[in-house]
């Protein structure tokens, strides 16, 4: 089948819906929609606050209203349809949100019939149609390989001009399901930047997101990415329960696993139950860096454990990835937004909400932007306050970063990662830092600009990892203040950095980057709650 180009398929997003006619007859389609879409807008705006219910809970708008009542409610959804946003839908539970193919499609239908689409609108419609094909797809299908075909028929309801027809500029959605049949763990996942590319490209289609052959082939690639992102998680809960029986057999009872927020002798008694107990952050909890936290601290905690046991004892289920190394310590050109962060995958697929979204990134001017030369001590402008004259003076984060870098680059210099890790630690003083193998590349071999900015952000993190310990242990706020200050610079900076790269279509620079700059982001928070 002969991919289409995106000048042949080109299309207003009006255009993927029927065009709202006029009289009575859309006053009644009108308000049938807008009754089967009620119970899920009652329960957002229940759950989230977002605005006082029209109606009785429980109660439906009434078969028959007045103009009156047609108008307030019709501006009650309205104001709902501006306050979601696509995460919020995702947490509903799958009783309300899977309840009647009827009502999802009717939301459906609403969503692709909204004027002047947003970015948020955008996230919407993609979480919706991966929901209604999910709740309507048969079992047998949901464990095949599923083609644009098989999407498209299944969306027919929703999106009746959906084509199966490949496009040729999303090609890149296949290049990347191709590399998640690779990866053996969210790690690789994770370290190929594969969700950060998904919506790169989403981010870059603008109009043309709204091609009906463009949602059927970002519908499959959601669906077929939750899937895989599924079967990897469960691989890790499962590595992670062989090598606390592996340690144990050898009658290992304690393992540092600082990495992962544990102690430095961490009961495997207490890291069993951890394991067996692990859920992601939910609901109230359930945020794009409450479950990015989450799983990293999953992929850490697997590190760790693979650390303790050493990579000669691992079996092929702990192994580290290999596919990893044929980057020479890079990650490959080649995920999501919608996303990664993250993906929700705590049920079965009809049941599994799909991945979260992030959250859009705003950039400073470049007239802000640091120099693009500028070393890595330049970004500590923004210090804490001066201590008063009879206490001692902290190290500034300037000196601190300058140590910090030369303590990274002696340990990575004189014990090089092993060939197919794709996460390395190291230790400051007593915490670990995990490294990610672009972070280590940035630092063991010759680069750029790129590379600098990479240095740039795991000594922020490093930095603020230090701070919040010293915090927690002696009560020291001076050196905490003065790290946060300069993450708070460097996020700025980098922000920026990665929207440079995606105006150069630098996908590399920007996958790797932006997941780095997460990671300090997510520090950051943490680290907050640890200032008086």
């Known amino acids: 089948m002969t991919p289409k180009t995106p000048s042949t398929t080109m299309v207003r997003p009006e255009q993927v819906s029927t065009p709202a006619a006029s009289g009575p007859a859309d006053f009644a389609a009108r308000w049938n929609e807008a009754r089967l879409v009620y119970p899920l807008y009652a329960a957002l ?21 007045t103009r009156e009542v047609f108008d307030a409610d019709m501006k009650w959804l309205d104001t709902i349809d501006q306050k979601v946003q696509a995460f919020q839908m995702r947490q509903l539970p799958p009783a309300i949100l899977n309840a009647s193919e009827e009502s999802l499609r009717a939301l459906v ?57 490949p496009l040729e500029w999303c090609e890149p959605l296949e290049q990347i399901l191709e590399k998640t049949k690779r990866c053996q763990s969210l790690r690789d996942m994770m370290e190929d930047g594969l969700l950060e590319q998904g919506r790169l490209l989403k981010d870059s289609a603008g109009a043309m997101f709204y091609d009906p052959a463009a949602l059927v082939a970002f519908c499959r690639f959601n669906f077929l990415l939750r899937r895989a992102f599924i079967r990897m998680l469960h691989a890790d809960l499962s590595a992670l329960r062989e090598a606390i029986n592996s340690l144990e057999s050898k ?110 990134e705003q950039a400073p001017p470049a007239a802000d932007l640091p120099e693009p030369s500028a070393p890595v001590v330049a970004a500590a402008r923004h210090e804490a306050a001066k201590p008063a004259e009879d206490v001692p003076a902290a190290p ?7 140590k910090v870098l030369e303590a990274i680059w002696e340990q ?24 990610s193998s672009w972070e280590v590349s940035a630092f063991v071999s010759e680069g750029g600009q790129e590379s600098e900015d990479l240095r740039r952000a795991v000594v922020a993190r490093a930095l603020l990892s230090l701070a919040s310990e010293q915090r927690k242990r ?32 630098n996908t590399e620079a920007a996958v790797n980057l932006g997941i780095s700059t997460k990671r300090l982001l997510s520090f950051m928070e943490e680290a907050e709650k640890l200032q008086p």
């Open 412 to 435: 990575l210099i004189a014990a090089p990662p092993s060939r197919g890790r794709s996460m390395s630690t190291i230790v400051l003083q007593d915490t670990k830092v995990l490294l």
């Open 396 to 402: 500034t984060a300037a000196a601190e970063a300058e």
């Open 45 to 65: 705006a229940t759950q989230f606050e977002l605005a006082p219910l029209p109606h009785p809970p429980g109660e439906l708008p009434p078969a028959r209203p």
């Open 109 to 165: 239908h609403r969503q692709l019939k909204r004027p002047d689409k947003t970015n948020a609108d955008r996230d919407k419609i993609d979480l919706l149609l991966v929901q209604y094909f999910a709740l309507c797809a048969s079992e047998d299908l949901v464990h095949k390989e599923i083609t644009l075909e098989d999407v498209a028929r299944i969306l027919q309801p929703v999106l009746p001009q959906g084509d199966a027809t």
């Open 251 to 360: 009658g290992v009872k304690t393992v540092d696993c600082r990495g992962a927020g544990f102690s430095a002798a961490e009961p495997t008694m207490q890291l069993r139950y951890f394991c067996e107990n692990w859920r992601q952050p939910f609901q109230k909890d359930y945020t794009q860096s409450s479950v990015r936290r989450s799983f990293e601290q999953l992929l850490a905690l697997r590190a760790d454990l693979e650390e303790a046991l050493g990579d000669k004892h691992l079996s092929p289920a702990l192994a580290p990835s290999v596919h990893g190394s044929e980057r020479s310590g890079a990650p490959a050109t080649p995920e999501d937004e919608n996303t990664a962060l993250m993906m929700t995958a705590s049920t079965a697929f009809k049941h599994a909400a799909p991945p979260p979204p992030a959250v859009p």
């Open 474 to 505: 002696s009560g020291e706020e001076r050196a905490l203040a003065s790290a946060l200050a300069l993450a708070r610079t460097e996020v700025s900076y980098f922000q920026g950095r990665v929207e440079q790269a995606k105006r150069a279509k």
